[in-house]
């Protein structure tokens, strides 16, 4: 009875032993059994590891369920990379990483819109600050939404000459199963982003909210782009209106920040006919705007473009610009903010031209007014498509019913 009784004492002990062991963390004394491993993550809190790396190589037969939800210490990207030795790629294809950085877990899919319908408020999870509203019938396929921070701008795109405010981003509007972008809406769709309030501007004074705009990159113009935009100054939000994106790459994302416009304002003069004439300090371009031409509250956002190099048919004058005719606010068609690209009538987009510039082109008969195609950026003559270009002794003008940007050049 007493050799019974000391087996037991003993057996028990060891038993006990072997459990304290298994609590404390010995390595694959809990292998095999889940409520063991479940005891020991339970009773481990997060603070005790400095990475998911950390969590688990202390406890090698956690699994992905201890892990990820248990300790709630990894992300399923994190485990994902830890567990395939930092196989980024691998991990993309399981879908735990989407490659915006590492501990991110699985993203919703976009949002998605169908033909013809309306939504507001569509967003991607990847960059769930960014909404976009589709007024009815911007989309003619089904498409989905996707955003993407950018920590740095990429490599050959220049800073905005008036600085960033905030955001900073891609987003592309994809024909769904067609793995290409929209490359033109209509009406305009609406991009709302936030931005930072009392950023000083390059010159370090504080920026003024009402001069921040919603500006796109332009690889074919070297630019970057106004988009006809609205500043809501109580949620520090500003909206910009989308018709037509200019993608890094072809039938990819554009590349969107919240800038601070630094051109001067518009001047404008009206005549007794109720022509108004449209100019920018410090360039040579003129736009003038017929009566009736637009509808009352219409306002223009002109960008004066850098010097380019032009093509091998042209040679760019300056002032390279990018117009566009805008709506904002209430008393308009428009709900928030939206771009004009179709007028009742035509529009004059006109270039002064100096006495020098004339000499250095060879006569005026070499000068000419050039737009940029949208559909696929190249420069083109405006006079070989059928426009009509004026030419005289101190200017050359073209009537146009559309805006986009031109430039005076020397054929």
């Not at 360039?283 to 509250?297: D, K």
């Not at 050359?396 to 031109?406: C, E, H, R």
């Amino acid at each position: 009875m007493k050799d019974k009784t000391k087996f037991l004492a003993a057996f028990i002990i060891c038993v006990m032993g072997i459990a304290l062991l298994a609590t404390v963390g010995a390595p694959r004394l809990d292998k095999g059994l889940p409520w063991l491993s479940l005891s020991c993550a339970r009773a481990a809190s997060c603070p005790r590891y400095s990475s998911c790396a950390d969590c688990c190589q202390n406890n090698p037969d956690h699994t992905r369920l201890y892990c990820v939800t248990v300790y709630k210490c990894c992300k399923a990207c994190e485990y994902c990379l830890w567990d395939t030795g930092g196989d980024r790629d691998a991990c993309r294809r399981t879908g735990d990483c989407n490659g915006t950085g590492p501990g991110e877990e699985r993203p919703q899919p976009p949002d998605q819109v169908d033909v013809g319908q309306g939504r507001q408020g569509v967003y991607d999870p990847r960059q769930p600050d960014v909404r976009v509203d589709f007024p009815a019938g911007a989309v003619s396929q089904p498409i989905e939404v996707r955003a993407y921070p950018v920590a740095e701008l990429p490599a050959g795109v220049p800073p905005p000459a008036g600085g960033m405010v905030g955001s900073r981003f891609l987003l592309g509007v994809w024909i769904r199963g067609q793995g290409k972008t929209v490359s033109e809406f209509s009406p305009s769709i609406v991009v709302s982003v936030p931005y930072e309030e009392g950023v000083p501007s390059p010159d370090g004074a504080p920026s003024d909210e009402e001069r921040l705009r919603l500006s796109m990159y332009d690889p074919t113009a070297l630019a970057w782009i106004k988009l006809c935009s609205r500043v809501d100054t109580y949620a520090n939000r500003i909206s910009g209106a989308l018709l037509v994106p200019t993608p890094l790459e072809e039938g990819g994302n554009a590349l969107l920040v919240v800038t601070v416009d630094d051109t001067p304002a518009l001047e404008q003069a009206v005549d007794a006919q109720g022509r108004t004439t449209l100019s920018m300090p410090g360039t040579n371009f003129r736009l003038g705007v017929p009566a009736g031409a637009v509808e009352v509250g219409t306002y223009f956002e002109v960008t004066r473009l850098p010097e380019t190099p032009g093509t091998e048919r042209f040679k760019l004058l300056p002032t390279p610009v990018d117009i566009k005719a805008c709506q904002a606010g209430y008393n308009t068609t428009c709900d928030q903010v939206c771009q004009l690209n179709q007028f009742p009538k035509p529009m004059q987009v006109a270039f002064e031209v100096d006495p020098d510039t004339r000499s250095r082109a060879g006569g005026r008969a070499n000068l000419t007014i050039v737009g940029l195609r949208v559909r696929d950026g190249q420069w083109v003559d405006l006079e070989e498509y059928g426009y009509s270009v004026v030419r005289g002794d101190t200017g050359i003008a073209v009537d146009s019913g559309q805006l986009g940007t031109f430039s005076m050049a020397v054929r």
